[in-house]
């Protein structure tokens, strides 16, 4: 069973720029969550979708948008990146709400 | 805001010894409660979960959950070098969204533990 694929693995960035990251979840899973992982501040959630609907999302800007696809794959857009923005980028996806999730190996995005 | 607190460590133990890590949240009605396992370099995976109090036992760990007093914790039996990583507790938070209300799966910052050869 093929697990969570996140493309792509690596990405570099210019302020200002702005970037798609792309996610595949695990066959059957209807939700997809998106997090950003950075040494100071752990896992911080940015938001989920089920269905194509955003369900929930994190305290971060507007910069940060994302969608979900009627085959369940996901995106997350940046826009006008900032210095601030680099990290690691997790997509998980689940069965449903009271199931743990499965992550993605993660992108790590750097803007110089 | 809704929080899931934990010993940022480093927990240090010696191989075959029992590693105790431990995990406090802020919401008392919250339902689902995980443990992930990261090791350095990788993303987080999933080992233990639970929903409800008591013990969970899988292997050499076991999880442990107290609902009243809002605790959760893991227990490594027999630690080995190979559990050396950071382990992430996670509570599923109910959460008034743009979708309604829906659950949000909340990290800790996660404790650093290394066993020792």
């Known amino acids: 069973k093929a697990g969570v694929t996140q493309t792509p693995r690596y990405l570099i960035k210019t302020r200002g720029q702005q970037v798609t990251l792309s996610c595949s979840p695990i066959?059957?899973?209807?939700?997809v969550s998106w997090y950003q992982q950075t040494p100071g501040q752990g896992l911080q959630f940015l938001f989920e979708?089920?269905?194509?609907?955003?369900?929930n999302k994190g305290n971060f800007p507007g910069r940060f948008s994302g969608r979900q696809f009627s085959n369940s794959r996901s995106e997350m857009n940046v826009s006008t990146l900032e210095l601030g923005d680099s990290a690691l980028y997790l997509c998980?996806?689940?069965?449903?709400?009271?199931?743990?999730?499965?992550f993605g190996s993660g992108t790590r995005l750097t803007v110089v | 805001q809704k929080e899931v607190e934990q010993n940022s460590g480093p927990l240090s133990v010696p191989e075959g010894a029992i590693a105790s890590l431990n995990c406090t949240y802020s919401?008392?009605?919250?339902?689902?409660f995980f443990w992930y396992r990261q090791y350095s370099g990788k993303s987080p995976e999933l080992i233990m979960s639970?929903?409800?109090?008591g013990d969970k036992e899988d292997g050499r760990f076991t999880a442990q959950l107290n609902k009243a007093s809002q605790y959760v914790s893991l227990l490594i039996r027999d630690s080995q070098p190979s559990d050396s990583a950071t382990y992430l507790c996670?509570?599923?938070?109910?959460?008034?969204?743009?979708?309604?209300?829906?659950?949000?799966?909340?990290f800790g910052k996660g404790t650093l533990l290394t066993v020792n050869p």
């Open positions: 996670a509570v599923n938070f109910l959460s008034r969204g743009s979708g309604g209300s829906n659950y949000k799966l909340t």
């Open positions: 979708y089920f269905s194509e609907t955003q369900r």
């Open positions: 066959s059957g899973h209807r939700s």
């Open positions: 998980a996806s689940s069965p449903g709400q009271f199931y743990g999730y499965t």
């Open positions: 919401d008392r009605g919250s339902q689902s």
């Open positions: 639970i929903y409800s109090n």
